[in-house]
């Protein structure tokens, strides 16, 4: 395979773009100035370069933060001088610490944020699970989210009375059979471990139509699913 064909099947390997769009952007390349070119590959490895993947909700942000872990955490995981990399979100004091929400991608944190419409923490599955697939585990980042919660709301049992524990989940899934599919794995497998705890959990209601995608779903609507999540 020559250069061209496999520069448009690595683009065709980006979401929501078919084969012609692939090679629409390689002949767009094509048509661009030496320095274009330089820059966009430049921009490409400095955002890769700088980029760091939040600890805890597992989301990508620029730079990075260190923020120490509690004691009573650093005590269960026997990591006493572990530095979490978190981004401004996890790392925010004034974040409502009680409220957790699952999205699948960081597409769908931009969204819900530029709302305005929620305070608290967030968790990035990572993707959906589709329909018929049968390793939800190799899909998602579901193993996280139950050590997450788990941990959180038994903190005060290992002796970190400061610890705000999770009393609600909102499951903020797109409104696709994959989406709702992808809720009802997660959701089961929260009941499991979360049914001897004070904690609820909820999806977002029906201000997003059925085949929805979050990512493209404008900000009132946001604030509609949000108040009337069930």
């Keep these: 395979m020559d250069n061209f064909h496999r520069l448009e099947e690595l683009f065709a390997k980006f979401p929501g773009i078919g084969p012609r769009q692939a090679k629409r952007f390689v002949y767009y ?7 274009f070119i330089k820059e966009f590959t430049q921009l490409v490895e400095e955002v890769k370069k700088t980029s760091s993947e939040c600890d805890q909700c597992h989301r990508f942000f620029i730079g990075k933060n260190g923020a120490r872990l509690s004691g009573a955490k650093q005590s269960n995981q026997n990591l006493k ?9 996890c790392s925010d004091p004034s974040r409502d610490q009680s409220t957790l929400m699952v999205i699948a991608r960081d597409s769908d944190f931009e969204t819900v944020e530029k709302s305005g ?52 989940i909102i499951l903020s899934l797109n409104a696709t059979p994959d989406g709702e599919h992808t809720g009802t794995i997660v959701k089961e497998a929260l009941q499991k471990v979360t049914e001897k ?10 201000g997003l139509s059925t085949g929805a995608e979050l990512e493209y779903v404008d900000g009132e609507t946001i604030k509609n699913a949000l108040k009337n999540r069930a």
């Design 197 to 206: 705890l004070s904690l609820s959990i909820s999806m977002l209601g029906r």
């Design 29 to 35: 390349l094509l048509n661009k100035s030496p320095s």
């Design 81 to 89: 001088s572990k530095i979490l990399n978190l981004c401004s979100i």
């Design 117 to 168: 419409a929620y305070k608290g923490l967030y968790f990035i599955l990572g993707g959906t699970v589709p329909v018929l697939d049968k390793e939800p585990d190799k899909r998602i980042r579901l193993k996280q989210l139950l050590e997450e919660v788990s941990e959180k709301n038994s903190s005060k049992k290992g002796g970190d009375t400061n610890s705000t524990q999770f009393k609600e």
